[in-house]
């Protein structure tokens, strides 16, 4: 099938895929209001095979050691498919699956499929990593842009009670240490055991919750336009510090819902 953008309906929820930049989703409109920030690097991206930094690219598999390109100098960033065109695989009125073959600079063969899954008050990401050949270790994640404000309204709020923060050193990599949670402005992991769930409030317009089972976030709010809400299977660097295996019989699998009520 084609490349081309998809849009996807339900009640008065409408989302734009992107299949030939980076499989993100482009947009999503409530009651015609546009929840994310708007521009070809922003959306909502998928972070695969890896999230967040990997320390100055380098990563060990086994006595192996992998360089990964310095796309964030001096270390690599939010994996490789986010710069990638993926194949749209099937896709309904409320529906679509999306494929991408890992290919170099990624030194392992694997399949990642994503399912971007609508209803009238939610959105559902699901993303799985497969591999018929040798084993390596992954990470899956998502990196949306959620605009700070809705138009005239009042900024958003982010509301959640993580367990811990990871530290974070001056090459913005986590230490190993984890530390009690800090007041923002954030861009930082925190660890949440019993799954990640961010409440994002825009005063008196609408209240959002991200919800992932796994238990890593990042969350970033340094930039004037938008926040940023990353339900991740590991910690920046993971690949290094918490490997995640994707084995022929195993496949690597997560998800991330986003709900919605009206305020």
């Not at 996807?8 to 009651?31: S, Y």
């Not at 040798?134 to 990196?143: D, E, K, N, T, V």
């Not at 005239?152 to 959640?160: A, L, P, S, W």
Request: charged share 25%.
């Amino acid at each position: 099938m084609s490349n081309g953008d998809i849009t996807l309906t339900a009640g008065d929820a409408e989302v734009t895929v992107l299949p030939g930049n980076g499989g993100r989703v482009g947009g999503l409109r409530v009651g015609g209001v546009e929840l994310l920030r708007q521009g070809e690097r922003f959306g909502c991206f998928p972070m695969v095979p890896w999230c967040g930094r990997i320390r100055e690219g380098r990563f060990r598999d086994g006595a192996t050691v992998r360089q990964m390109p310095l796309n964030a100098p001096p270390h690599a960033i939010h994996g490789t498919a986010r710069d990638a065109v993926w194949r749209t695989a099937r896709t309904g009125t409320d529906e679509a699956v999306l494929t991408y073959d890992l290919v170099e600079p990624w030194p392992y063969p694997g399949r990642v499929t994503q399912r971007i899954a609508l209803t009238g008050d939610s959105l559902t990401l699901t993303m799985s990593v497969e591999t018929y050949e040798s084993s390596f270790p992954a990470q899956i994640g998502w990196h949306p842009w959620f605009n700070r404000s809705l138009g005239d309204g009042e900024d958003v709020r982010i509301d959640f009670a993580p367990a811990w923060q990871e530290e974070r050193g001056e090459d913005h990599l986590p230490t190993g240490h984890r530390v009690e949670a800090k007041p923002g402005p954030w861009d930082d992991c925190f660890g949440m055991p019993g799954g990640v769930d961010v409440t994002l409030t825009w005063p008196g317009r609408l209240e959002l919750r991200v919800t992932s089972r796994e238990e890593w976030v990042v969350v970033y709010d340094e930039q004037r336009e938008a926040v940023c809400v990353e339900p991740q299977t590991g910690p920046p660097d993971g690949l290094n510090s918490r490997p995640r295996l994707v084995t022929p019989l195993e496949p690597l699998e997560a998800s991330t819902t986003w709900s919605w009520t009206r305020l």
